[in-house]
């Protein structure tokens, strides 16, 4: 990411870079040598070049060459670990080099750039791209983050009635959601309904079930397959039904979206109805069958 000559990462401050230019063929020791030959004595013995180098308060110079035309070019690089002051003396010193090897040439610094600035900018884009990522893929939305603590405290609203699965408005509301089980009676918590209570699947019906059914207005609301059939034949015998409601053909009420299961509730039919419907539908069979007979 960053130049670092022999100097250590954590030691640099500053990057002098200066373009060169010979009249002539020269090589990487021929610049190398310029700069250290014709800037000795120049500062003084403090900022001598092959001093600070030994003492590693600058780095190890390094030259980028090309050749063009007869002539060469090339960049120059210097770390250094001297202060700011220090470091653009040694960046005007190996301005006043005129010669490299046998050629005439020209140096000239282009810039002296803060390494700690450069690693800042860097460090001020790496946590912009991180945050960036870190919002699209791991921060849910307000609304989502809201939906599960919704979620989180209706499930955790779910209570007994003499021991089954109901929600905290079965004793209160005058009407009342016959499910199937427990995790059903979480579904409809989950999505706001609290007068829900779980009868237990096909199994002989509880008696509390058939005691609500004689005191409140009661919707069954059953799963879409040939099990939930069997029990809304077996409630229809032994309790008060007022409602019926079915998910899909197919589905079960724990599996169904929000949406789907108040399209379920507002589709509800009354148990008069269905059972008149039910009695058509087996007449309806019956005659198909007598035809069939017949017709042999």
Same mark, same amino acid.
């Given at each position: 990411?960053?130049?670092?000559?022999?100097? +250590? /990462?954590?030691?640099?401050?500053?990057?002098?870079?200066?373009?060169?230019?010979? =009249?002539?063929?020269?090589?990487?020791?021929?610049?190398?040598?310029?700069?250290?030959?014709?800037?000795?004595?120049?500062? @003084?013995?403090?900022?001598?070049?092959?001093?600070? /180098?030994?003492?590693?308060?600058?780095?190890?110079?390094?030259?980028?060459?090309?050749? *063009?035309?007869?002539?060469?070019?090339?960049?120059?690089?210097?770390?250094?670990?001297?202060?700011?002051?220090?470091?653009?003396?040694?960046? +005007? +010193?190996?301005?006043?080099?005129?010669?490299? @090897?046998?050629?005439?040439?020209?140096?000239?610094?282009?810039?002296?750039?803060? %390494?700690?600035?450069?690693?800042?900018?860097? &460090?001020?884009?790496?946590?912009?791209?991180?945050?960036?990522?870190?919002?699209?893929?791991?921060?849910?939305?307000?609304?989502?983050?809201?939906?599960?603590?919704?979620?989180?405290?209706?499930?955790?609203?779910? $209570?007994?009635?003499?021991?089954?699965?109901?929600?905290?408005? &079965?004793?209160?509301?005058?009407?009342?959601?016959?499910?199937?089980?427990?995790?059903? &009676?979480?579904?409809?918590?989950? =999505?706001?309904?609290? =007068?829900?209570?779980?009868? @237990?699947?096909?199994?002989?019906?509880?008696?509390?079930? %058939?005691?609500?059914?004689?005191?409140?207005?009661?919707?069954?609301?059953?799963?879409?397959?040939?099990? @939930? *059939?069997?029990?809304?034949?077996?409630?229809?015998?032994?309790? =008060?039904?007022?409602?019926?409601?079915? +998910?899909?053909?197919?589905?079960?009420?724990? *599996?169904?979206?929000?949406?789907?299961?108040?399209?379920?509730?507002?589709?509800? %039919?009354?148990?008069? *109805?269905?059972? /008149? $419907?039910?009695?058509?539908?087996?007449?309806?069979?019956?005659?198909?069958?007598?035809?069939? %007979?017949?017709?042999?």
């Amino acid at each position: 990411m960053f130049f670092m000559g022999k100097l +250590a /990462q954590s030691t640099i401050k500053y990057l002098i870079e200066a373009n060169f230019t010979a =009249n002539g063929i020269v090589e990487k020791p021929d610049i190398i040598g310029a700069i250290f030959g014709q800037t000795e004595g120049l500062l @003084g013995q403090d900022l001598d070049l092959r001093e600070l /180098q030994k003492t590693g308060r600058i780095g190890r110079i390094e030259v980028n060459v090309k050749e *063009e035309r007869g002539k060469t070019k090339g960049v120059i690089l210097i770390p250094s670990s001297l202060d700011a002051s220090e470091t653009v003396l040694i960046a +005007a +010193a190996i301005e006043t080099i005129e010669r490299i @090897g046998p050629c005439d040439s020209e140096i000239r610094v282009k810039s002296v750039k803060d %390494i700690r600035s450069l690693k800042r900018d860097y &460090v001020v884009k790496r946590a912009k791209e991180i945050l960036e990522k870190m919002l699209d893929e791991e921060l849910p939305e307000t609304s989502e983050l809201a939906e599960k603590i919704k979620t989180s405290v209706r499930a955790a609203e779910i $209570t007994s009635y003499e021991g089954l699965p109901a929600g905290p408005d &079965v004793t209160r509301s005058d009407e009342v959601i016959f499910v199937e089980g427990r995790a059903d &009676v979480l579904k409809l918590l989950k =999505n706001g309904i609290k =007068n829900v209570i779980a009868i @237990g699947g096909a199994t002989a019906l509880p008696e509390p079930i %058939i005691k609500l059914s004689k005191e409140k207005t009661v919707t069954v609301f059953l799963d879409g397959d040939r099990g @939930g *059939e069997l029990i809304l034949k077996e409630l229809l015998h032994m309790a =008060n039904i007022d409602f019926i409601a079915r +998910a899909p053909e197919g589905k079960e009420v724990e *599996e169904l979206t929000k949406k789907e299961i108040f399209k379920a509730l507002r589709d509800k %039919i009354s148990a008069e *109805e269905y059972i /008149q $419907t039910s009695k058509f539908k087996s007449r309806r069979k019956k005659t198909i069958k007598e035809e069939k %007979i017949m017709e042999r």
